[in-house]
């Protein structure tokens, strides 16, 4: 360690997993000492198996490797081109998975530990964390993920003002808009009724007559679910049931609750009311994706995939994510971290990781690259730049930090776990047409967008590299 870099005093990172490793690896790399607290062997978790930093605990695949027609893909080599630790570990340990980045899990965590512990300007201190208000420091990452322990997630949750922060949280289907056939479909709020910002017509709404909610009825029944790990408890409460638990209680619950057909009139068929209404809300500031409103579900995902195209107007969706529900800690970013990932109401502590809600290992390293360069520029008196909001990682960023929209129906806790995908990037402007100037539609056109994303997301992230305070080496 030279005589400069002893005169910076260390950022402390909590947490060692994928985001907390990527973090101190970049805060490193950068000249910026760190001490990385990672509480595991000290104390243990539910799902971990080992003390190795960066252990995967479910799947080994960093799913997609493909940059030109995948959002993880692309994702994965922005993160190549900043040097992540993670991509250069998962490259390393890569196992044949088709077109997937698939790892073993073992020599992934060990080669990512060994960088770690061979890092001189990295001091890995193995201890429990448990009051965050405790730790004296100026500068502190906290990416301790969805199993963060219940002293620390207390003492988080002291300082955010928030009424909750670990808690079974219910995902809803997201769907791309460009996929929903709006010959079928059409926008209107119940009545007619304009919220907050809304126009009257804040819903995309799907309709079903009563043989197809009859068999979608009997679907959802007998559908495929994925059961609850041991360790997560008893995870229903009434305010938020998966829709299959609703439809087993009833078969015409879900009509009198949120597939109710209420105030709403088809303007392909307006002589004949829908026996049931799907509804999709706005979920992002671009207006590319809607939720599917109050279809929280454990269905497998193949199944919701099968079942959901079965509704009129979704018979081509694609899904940006699919449902669920499951225990989970992560913080209601859009309200409580700045643009910097750091806690408005302190901001020595800035957060990475799945516990700002990202989804996802690469989303999470993602986000860990990020904060280890917010904190890095922070250190050392440099002035950040975010990156743009055009690239994968720079939309990541923009959905966590203000790209979700709250609404009053929502409710307080709207904001959810997110994977990158496309529908979170800013739309091409103009209409896309082939060589032949000829104008592109369904299979064609939807190539044509995401190598247009991909190619603009690439020179985008070019030109914010070359820049000082990007910190591109």
């Avoid at 720079?394 to 995908?421: C, K, R």
Wanted: one cysteine or more; hydrophobic letters at 40%; glycine letters at 10%.
């Amino acid at each position: 360690m030279s005589a400069s870099t002893r005169s910076i005093a260390p950022v402390q990172v909590i947490g060692g997993g994928l985001a907390g490793s990527e973090a101190a690896w970049q805060l490193a790399r950068r000249g910026v000492p760190v001490v990385l607290h990672e509480m595991r062997p000290v104390r243990g978790t539910e799902a971990h198996q080992t003390d190795q930093l960066a252990e995967l605990v479910c799947s080994n695949s960093f799913r997609s490797d493909d940059a030109v027609s995948n959002a993880v893909g692309l994702l994965h080599q922005e993160m190549r081109r900043m040097e992540s630790l993670i991509m250069r570990s998962a490259d390393a340990n890569q196992v044949p998975a088709g077109g997937a980045l698939a790892v073993d899990r073992d020599g992934f965590a060990a080669a990512v530990s060994a960088a770690i512990e061979g890092e001189p300007l990295i001091t890995l201190s193995r201890e429990e964390i448990r009051d965050i208000r405790a730790l004296e420091a100026d500068n502190v990452i906290v990416a301790t993920g969805p199993l963060t322990s219940a002293d620390l997630a207390q003492s988080i949750l002291a300082l955010t003002g928030e009424a909750q922060l670990a808690f079974f949280d219910a995902i809803a289907p997201i769907v791309h808009r460009d996929s929903i056939d709006m010959d079928k479909a059409w926008f209107q709020s119940r009545y007619d009724k304009a919220g907050p910002g809304g126009s009257g017509a804040d819903y995309i709404n799907c309709p079903l007559d009563r043989d197809q909610y009859g068999a979608f009825i009997d679907a959802l029944i007998a559908g495929d679910k994925t059961g609850f790990k041991e360790w997560e408890g008893t995870p229903y409460f009434d305010g938020c049931l998966p829709i299959e638990v609703m439809a087993e209680r009833g078969r015409e619950t879900l009509r009198h609750g949120p597939m109710k057909p209420v105030g709403l009139t088809n303007p392909h068929n307006p002589t004949v009311k829908a026996y049931a209404i799907v509804q999709l809300r706005q979920d992002n500031a671009l207006g590319t994706l809607y939720n599917m409103v109050g279809f929280q579900t454990k269905l497998k995902h193949a199944e919701q995939v099968r079942i959901f195209r079965t509704i009129p107007g979704l018979e081509n969706a694609e899904f940006a994510r699919l449902g669920g529900l499951h225990r989970n800690t992560f913080l209601n970013s859009p309200r409580v971290l700045d643009p910097l990932l750091r806690l408005k109401a302190d901001p020595r502590l800035r957060f990475a990781g799945q516990i700002t809600g990202c989804e996802g290992y690469v989303e999470s390293a993602a986000v860990g690259l990020m904060a280890g360069r917010m904190a890095a520029a922070e250190r050392l008196g440099e002035t950040f730049v975010q990156p743009p909001s055009t690239t994968a990682i720079g939309a990541l960023l923009n959905h966590i930090t203000g790209g979700h929209i709250e609404t009053i129906d929502a409710g307080p806790q709207s904001f959810q776990p997110m994977n990158v995908n496309f529908g979170l990037f800013p739309p091409i402007s103009g209409a896309l047409v082939s060589p032949e100037g000829k104008r592109l539609k369904g299979p064609e056109k939807g190539m044509a967008r995401k190598r247009a994303l991909t190619e603009r997301a690439r020179r985008d992230l070019g030109v914010w590299l070359e820049s000082r305070t990007s910190f591109a080496i």
